[in-house]
């Protein structure tokens, strides 16, 4: 079939929660991907930064052929021979104490939200159900209902609720604020680190060591949400590492799987999970073989092959070319490693136009907010591969 009947399909028979670019993916290698017409394109999405290390990355299926060979579920009721090295290896990696695993980045942020409730009446002694939670202004974590209770864009929450309590807001990258905001119910703050879905907002300098400081001073546990920005997308393992700084609970996603299958994590030192008993949390699929094998086997590539170092040098040619382009509707050009933005001014007619466009020159990215375009191809790009993406758009962006 050609694409527009792929696209009819989908139409006739989907859900219409998903507004795509109307290109029907068929295979991808690397950077690469190609449609059901046989055109090829480059991908600067890479799935939400889920696969970091390249489309069909031979080692990672390697492993997952193996591994669904000899054993893909046994549930949590047995053990298995894959979960404990996986733990072993990503505390080893982030410098962890403790791993939880599921399976989507929603659930990682599900799970964190309970841990550190349950943590507050335990530990820090809040009166039961009165916990609250400090979170960002335009964050973005995920989609259940607890979630979108504390979101600020009205897309996510309009004839949702009712929603959850519990969730103070705060302006991102505003630390008097945050701390403003703390009171003797406090027991969290959930932040990104870089504000992924809300344009790749990076915060001041300092901003997150002196969320460190507070919280260290008022007593309350970290949570850095790292599943877009984490395992190598901004040039280090953990961005919370530009600003040398640990979280109490770190939550990754996306890439752990290399984009192979749905493997989240909460990495925690070893005092906020240890709340849970047998039986008060868990996921028929979260730490099965499967899942295990591939993300230990993503983790590798990631060391391996040296793809920190190269979303740093890649990153730093691709947004010195963004930022070459001449076009007054150009309102910013952001980024850390490899991802980055552009942001036009509201007049501009929108992102989108722009997106449409690249994607008929042969490369595919996504707006967000209607006026920013987020470049984040897979950390694997080479340097020539970068200067033929900005052979195509810069023209098209100077329009």
Not at 21 to 42: A, Q
Not at 89 to 94: A, G, I, V
Not at 206 to 233: F, K, P, S
Not at 250 to 255: D, E, R
Request: with cysteine; charged share 25%.
């Amino acid at each position: 079939m050609r694409s527009e009947q792929y696209v009819l399909l989908e139409e006739e028979f989907g859900a219409h929660n998903y507004k795509p670019l109307d290109v029907v993916l068929e295979r991808g290698k690397g950077v690469w991907v190609w449609d059901v017409d046989g055109k090829k394109y480059m991908d600067c999405l890479s799935a939400y930064s889920a696969v970091n290390q390249g489309h069909c990355n031979p080692s990672i299926l390697r492993a997952m052929v193996e591994q669904a060979r000899k054993l893909t579920l046994t549930s949590r009721a047995f053990r298995n021979d894959q979960l404990g090295l996986l733990y072993k290896e990503l505390c080893e990696l982030t410098h962890s104490h403790t791993v939880l695993p599921m399976n989507s980045g929603a659930e990682a942020v599900e799970t964190a939200l309970k841990a550190v409730r349950k943590w507050g009446y335990m530990v820090k002694g809040v009166p039961e159900d009165e916990a609250e939670i400090i979170v960002c202004r335009n964050n973005f974590h995920g989609r259940t209902i607890s979630i979108i209770s504390f979101s600020t864009d009205p897309v996510s929450t309009t004839g949702f609720g009712p929603f959850t309590p519990g969730f103070k807001v705060v302006d991102f990258g505003d630390a008097t604020a945050f701390e403003a905001a703390i009171t003797e119910r406090t027991v969290a703050f959930l932040v990104e680190p870089i504000q992924g879905e809300a344009g790749v907002i990076i915060p001041p300098e300092g901003y997150l060591r002196d969320i460190r400081r507070m919280c260290d001073e008022h007593g309350l546990v970290l949570i850095l949400d790292e599943i877009q920005t984490g395992l190598g997308r901004t040039g280090t393992m953990l961005a919370e590492e530009h600003e040398g700084i640990e979280a109490d609970l770190t939550l990754i996603g996306k890439a752990l799987s290399g984009g192979f299958y749905p493997v989240s994590a909460v990495l925690s030192n070893a005092e906020v999970l240890g709340v849970f008993k047998p039986g008060e949390h868990g996921s028929t699929f979260g730490g099965n073989p499967l899942a295990c094998a591939v993300a230990r086997a993503a983790l590798k590539v990631l060391v391996e092959d040296n793809l920190l170092a190269n979303a740093r040098e890649m990153g730093a040619l691709f947004i010195k070319g963004l930022r070459s382009i001449d076009n007054p509707k150009i309102k910013d050009v952001r980024g850390r490693g490899l991802l980055l933005a552009v942001e036009f001014h509201t007049d501009a007619g929108g992102a989108r136009q722009y997106c449409k466009r690249l994607k008929d020159a042969g490369l595919l990215c996504k707006e967000t907010h209607e006026t920013i375009i987020r470049f984040a191809p897979p950390l694997v790009i080479t340097r020539e591969e970068v200067e033929w993406a900005l052979e195509r758009i810069v023209p098209v962006l100077s329009e």
